[in-house]
């Protein structure tokens, strides 16, 4: 990683408050270039507090932009971080609402050339793409990194219909932390700050009751989802993913859907992070210069190339042993002129051997990894083996070396007994030695199989055959090889298991097939025939100087497995590690700690319970200001309803200044 210092602009940066209409005013920051001549802005729109959790990050890549020539603007959501209002639901018509709000301000201000561009990742990727489908004027382009165009079938609550417990737990009890933190009395005033935090955590509901009240693709989750109109999008569209990163599949649609003159894909082996960072797996590349290419061409009107580049890059994997780390993985970057790619065909494999009974222990998916890797050290899969052992396994041998590129698709003909379950398919790619390595996955929640907008029980002992798409991939599997597909029908815990789920479902081999999107090959003929696909260094600005001290303590492990064999349970206890203790620059010292636990019992798919912790501190002694938020998140379940139970205890000091529990039954219509 090269750190930039020097710039073909001098820059600046001050913190601005941007009224809204209704009276609220977002605090910003904006860095700019010091020069007479209007310059097009950017804008980043988050609600993760840019004077502190997103700050290193935001030091790593807004001055950067300045440098080079743009107006670079980093804005906190209402009710977040030293905005005022009161938090909404995520990607509400107020956040919206108030982001078209915020880009025509930019675009009117002196120093503005009227020309504004969005990016993000995460939250920041999906509220840019659901902005540029409401066409505020002067949006022209976006960069998009991580992010979903189907807020049902392609984010952190559902998987194939199903609940994604993993992460509609694990991100509502994020939230929920989140919304409880306090503005800064430094940015907000020490006589504001407490009122401010008091109205904002009057007005915090958890997140986990909208989310779970919601369990087919209804009004609620088609609000937000930018595929259910691509043609509202007038911006140009740079669409980034990682094959580490669970929202890749919308980097496809979007270059499928979009018109081919204002959008191009980029997919790497990344993790859900910016290319740039250099955080496992790599390689990274130099994110930064080629967004400032499509900036550029959109924003200036400067030819640099980048609309000639092909309309999806990607990057294909080669075979590599399981780790669930990688600094850098081995591979090649190809392009393909559309998608659904001319160099793409569908081949089938037929499923073989006698109808075998799927009923996998309800702790299958313990080794899954991480539902959002973020470079940690346990983040991916181990080898799959284990899991592999139970599940039913259908083999393939590979002569030749043979590409995949897109969605894997299989048919399966399945018999139940029970009216609800689901089916878990899992692609894996198998060594000589026999270590097995996961390349992707998919699930389909049975009630689903007629459409996600619909809930409809399965026949009990009727045969049906269910299709469904596995997460795009591009790998490489060599000859020697086997492509292993295991059918399992528990996945704990990234799904939430269904009652009744317990008994299985029977597979019928004659008449199941795997479909795989085989990619030609390139040679090395046909590769020196077109132009290479290659991107410069990583490079970032200067770092902010944020400083993780040393501790004491043990550090516990970020994933650990635990066995109990007499009771038939396993737990999972994971560790997410956001940030744990940061000192800032301005003093500021900032601390956080969580842990997710998932417990179930091996033959029991009630006893799954999902519960996380969180404490966080903002401590400033030269004030002195010491606020301090523990948060509670339970979810466990009967045949009828989630249970739900939620804590949050706010302290000033050792005044408690807000304390409330929340326990609510929802009903389960579709989960």
């Known amino acids: 990683m090269r750190m930039r210092t020097s710039f073909p602009y001098e820059t600046a940066h001050e913190d601005v408050l941007i009224p809204l209409p209704d009276g609220t005013r977002l605090y910003a920051r904006v860095w700019r270039p010091l020069t007479d001549e209007p310059v097009p802005a950017l804008l980043e729109y988050l609600p993760y507090r840019l004077t502190d959790w997103t700050a290193p990050r935001d030091w790593q890549r807004h001055p950067w932009y300045a440098g080079h020539g743009y107006a670079s603007v980093r804005v906190d959501v ?88 993993v992460d509609m737990h694990a991100w509502a009890a994020t939230m929920l932390a989140f919304v409880s933190r306090p503005p800064d009395p430094v940015h907000v005033g020490e006589v504001m700050w407490r009122d401010m935090w008091v109205k904002r955590l009057e007005a915090v509901d958890p997140f986990v009751h909208t989310w779970l009240a919601h369990q087919t693709r209804d009004a609620y989750w088609r609000h937000g989802s930018v595929c259910e109109d691509y043609g509202a999008i007038r911006a140009a569209v740079l669409a980034v993913g990682g094959w580490h990163d669970p929202y890749r599949d919308t980097v496809l649609r979007l270059v499928e859907n979009l018109p081919a003159d204002r959008v191009r894909g980029l997919i790497g082996p990344w993790s859900h992070q910016y290319p740039d960072r250099g955080l496992p797996p790599g390689p990274a590349i130099g994110f930064l210069q080629e967004t400032l290419r499509w900036w550029d061409h959109w924003l200036r009107e400067t030819d640099t190339g980048v609309m000639a580049e092909p309309v999806l890059r990607s990057y294909v994997m080669d075979a590599h042993p399981p780790a669930t780390t990688y600094p850098s993985l081995p591979g090649r970057w190809v392009g393909d002129p559309a998608w659904p790619s001319p160099s793409v065909t569908p081949t089938a494999y037929e499923l073989q051997g006698p109808p075998v009974l799927v009923r996998s222990p309800q702790h299958t998916g313990v080794d899954a990894g991480r539902f ?7 983040d991916l899969p181990p080898d799959q083996r284990e899991e592999d052992a139970r599940s039913a396994c259908f083999e393939f041998e590979v002569p030749e070396e043979t590409w995949v590129l897109g969605r894997p698709r299989v048919d399966l003909r399945l018999t139940s007994s029970s009216p609800r379950g689901q089916v878990i398919a899992r692609l894996c790619d198998v060594a000589p030695d026999g270590a097995s390595t996961l390349v992707t996955r998919g699930v389909l929640n049975l ?42 029908s528990a996945y704990w815990p990234w799904i939430w298991p269904q009652p009744g789920s317990e008994t299985g479902f029977t597979l019928d081999p004659t008449g199941s097939t795997l479909d795989l999107p085989v990619r030609t090959r390139e040679s090395a003929s046909s590769a020196a025939g077109s132009k290479p696909i290659t991107f410069e260094a990583p490079e970032q600005s200067e770092p902010l100087g944020v400083v993780s001290p040393a501790t004491l303590d043990e550090p516990r492990p970020e994933r650990l497995v635990v066995r109990d064999v007499a009771a038939g349970t396993w737990r999972l ?99």
């Open 573 to 671: 206890e994971v560790d997410p590690r956001y940030g744990g203790t940061r000192v800032y620059p301005d003093g500021l010292e900032f601390t956080e700690d969580a842990l997710e636990t998932y417990t179930i019992d091996a033959s029991d798919p009630l006893s799954a319970r999902a519960r996380s912790t969180w404490s966080i501190r903002f401590h400033r002694p030269d004030l002195p200001w010491d606020a301090r938020i523990s948060t509670t998140s339970d979810i466990t379940c009967d045949a009828e309803a989630f249970i739900t139970a939620n804590e949050v205890i706010c302290r000033d000091g050792d005044e408690v200044v807000f304390h409330r529990t929340w326990e609510k039954r929802i009903p389960r219509t579709a989960g």
């Open 447 to 488: 009630s689903a199989r007629h459409g996600r907008d619909q809930a409809v029980p399965w026949k009990q002992g009727s045969t049906e055959n269910v299709v469904f798409e596995l997460n795009s991939i591009g790998y490489a599997f060599p000859p020697g090889h086997r492509i292993r597909l295991a059918v399992s």
């Open 372 to 378: 959002f890797p973020l470079g940690n050290d346990a």
């Open 78 to 165: 209402r009710g977040h971080g030293n905005s005022e209002g009161l938090p909404t639901d995520e990607y509400s018509e107020v956040e919206l609402a108030d982001g078209v709000e915020v880009v025509n301000w930019l675009a009117a201000q002196p120093w503005c050339s009227g020309r504004v561009g969005m990016f993000g990742i995460s939250w920041g990727g999906f509220n840019s793409l659901q902005i540029a489908a409401l066409a505020p004027e002067p949006l022209k382009a976006i960069v998009t990194v991580c992010s979903t165009d189907d807020r049902y079938d392609n984010d952190a609550h559902y998987m194939g219909g199903s609940v994604l417990a």
